[in-house]
């Protein structure tokens, strides 16, 4: 990872409709990084726009409630050429995800774009996403995994 995506400040978390993996993420995260008094800016996003506004599934709320990780006052919105601008880092949840990211990169921004699990120890590369398939135990695991490996990197740096 490069110099500027580990000393990221505020990270944005992007997955499709933003009801299950990136608030879990931005959950997550916030939650880590509270607890070790870092001030981050996290937010999450989806690259469609079907749920804005509405709060996370009531089953990925569950799963998170179950971890200790409170998501009730997060909502769905699109993610914008605008993010560019107000975040350093930007981490997707899946290839295609991160493709529909850099279709709305504006000419000249450098904010790099990557999968989350590039940070995160094994070998998968995407997260799945839980909203038909289920397994939102499984991704929050995955997640929270991922969320401390980029702390992790964050402290690196």
Do not use: K
């Not at 998170?64 to 350093?88: E, K, Y």
């Amino acid at each position: 990872m490069s110099e500027s995506a580990t000393g990221a400040q505020r990270v944005l978390f992007v997955c499709l409709g933003n009801i299950c993996r990136s608030p879990t993420a931005h959950g997550i995260l916030r939650e880590v990084t509270r607890a070790e008094g870092r001030a981050l800016r996290i937010d999450s996003a989806g690259t469609g726009n079907w749920h804005e506004g509405a709060a996370p599934d009531p089953r990925t709320r569950a799963a998170a409630h179950a971890r200790g990780v409170d998501l009730s006052d997060l909502r769905a919105r699109q993610i914008t050429a605008a993010d560019f601008a107000r975040f350093d880092l930007i981490l997707a949840m899946d290839e295609s995800n991160r493709r529909d990211i850099e279709r709305l990169r504006p000419a000249g921004a450098e904010t790099p774009v990557h999968l989350l699990l590039d940070y995160a120890p094994g070998s998968e590369r995407e997260v799945p996403d839980p909203y038909l398939g289920g397994g939102f135990t499984e991704v929050f695991t995955l997640l929270e995994t991922a969320c401390r490996a980029l702390v992790d990197a964050m402290d690196r740096r």
